[in-house]
């Protein structure tokens, strides 16, 4: 009889997370071996399950995470159907992602891009992977009830981010009945030796530490900028769609910043794309923001002219771009945020359901001057340049403007 055996948990919490079959929700640390518990657990799930639908359900198909689960259960499945003497090729679709096993059951990626794609379904178990991430309705309102004729299992794993929707499901899961709570550090993988957790930490600013190593859930994070997962969704496009409004939002780089230039569609006030560049030199820079507006027809971009970015703004300028010069001071950088932060509270505009744009959201930090007055920065260690990209393009549509 052929036998397939999973890799063994590296420690007894994960061995308890693997073999769970409860609803169980997970903060752990970066490199705590999140994405291997929950594959091993799905994948575990699809063995003892004959005709079982199994679901991972990720932030995005871009999502770092999502293709490394992918990768993963590919893999496994490709081991299981070899052993069995079976072309993988046959049971499994690269198109759908999906993977079936000779017991009739399956797994299934899903994302929480589009959560009304998640609806109408039964499912045995699902990852909800990067949770903290997404908009809560996506599993009040779609995963929820997936589970309600199955009585099947449902696993949230991810870092907390903030004082939000997941950090009270993690928080409630302790007194639940029939919920587990699981938290775990970074060092709480045996496998992670104390040189290299030292070499991950050092570079981070302490919050970043206290939430992406240790996994604790930091009071008054996100404060500047609420509602960040409520609008997020859909909207990423590697292409324009005919007959739209397009406008941009460029902040140069500085010595260790990212170049970022971001797009929003004008009409719907969806920002449906950004591009970062680092460490890329100024004419190859030029070039690719040339190559964006050949490609999207920019109707304005508004670009940060501070530093380096007057004369390459000017640059831009006399090659015929709609390019306007924006100079950022304490003022003006006020006036943009503010008005981002109105966006977001009113939940008018859009964004991609991404983990960098998110991330740089939920980080943005407000601090008072000696004069008092309100100040936005990235935490010590941290970028804001999609933010600052961002708020230009969301400033391209909310100011002289017309369609």
């Known amino acids: 009889m052929a036998v397939f055996k999973l890799t063994p948990p590296h420690s007894p919490g994960q061995r308890l997370l693997i073999e769970s079959n409860t609803m169980d929700v997970v903060f752990a640390g970066r490199r ?20 079982g639908t199994f679901w991972w359900v990720g932030l995005s198909t871009r999502s770092a995470s999502y293709q490394h689960a992918w990768s993963e259960l590919k893999k496994m499945h490709w081991g299981i159907m070899n052993l069995l003497g079976l072309d993988p090729r046959d049971w499994s679709s690269m198109i759908n992602k999906e993977l079936r096993f000779p ?22 178990g699902f990852i ?16 929820a009830p997936t589970l309600i004729t199955t009585n099947g299992w449902g696993c949230f794993i991810g870092v907390p981010k903030g004082n939000n929707w997941a950090s009270a499901l993690w928080r409630n899961a302790k007194s639940e009945e029939g919920w587990n709570q699981f938290h775990f550090t970074t060092l709480d993988n045996p496998m992670i030796e104390h040189a290299d957790y030292e070499r991950i930490r050092k570079p981070m600013p302490l919050m970043m530490q206290q939430q992406e190593l240790l996994a604790e859930i930091i009071s008054g994070r996100g404060q500047v900028f609420r509602n960040v997962t409520e609008c997020a969704g859909p909207t990423w496009a590697e292409y324009p769609t005919p007959g739209r409004v397009y406008v941009a939002g460029l902040d140069w780089a500085r010595e260790n910043d990212f170049t970022v230039i971001t797009v929003i569609d004008a009409i719907s006030k969806e920002c449906v794309y950004y591009h970062r560049m680092h460490h890329t030199p100024f004419y190859d820079q030029l070039e690719k923001i040339k190559e ?39 003022s003006t950088k006020r006036e943009v945020i503010e008005l981002l932060q109105v966006a977001f509270e009113t939940e008018s505009l859009k964004i991609p359901l991404d983990e960098l744009m998110i991330d740089e959201l939920e980080s943005m930090e407000l601090n008072l001057t000696k004069t008092g007055h309100p100040q936005f920065s ?16 969301h400033w391209a549509v909310a100011y002289s403007y017309s369609i």
Do not use: C
Not at 34 to 47: E, L, V
Not at 308 to 324: K, S, V
């Open 103 to 124: 017991n009739d059951s399956v797994i299934q990626m899903r994302t929480a891009e589009n959560p009304e794609s998640l609806a109408g379904a039964s499912v045995d």
């Open 292 to 330: 964006l507006h050949q490609l999207w027809g920019f109707q304005r971009i508004i670009s940060e002219t501070n530093n380096l970015g007057r004369p390459l703004t000017e640059q831009l300028a006399r090659e015929g771009l709609p390019i306007e010069p924006f100079d950022t001071n304490k």
């Open 32 to 51: 705590y071996g999140k994405t291997h518990s929950g594959t091993q657990r799905i994948m575990r799930g699809a063995f003892q399950k004959p005709g």
């Open 378 to 393: 990235a935490p010590k260690g941290m970028h804001d340049d999609i933010v600052m990209s961002l708020a230009l393009a």
């Open 128 to 143: 909800f992977d990067e949770f903290s991430m997404a908009r809560e309705s996506v599993w009040t309102e779609q995963l």
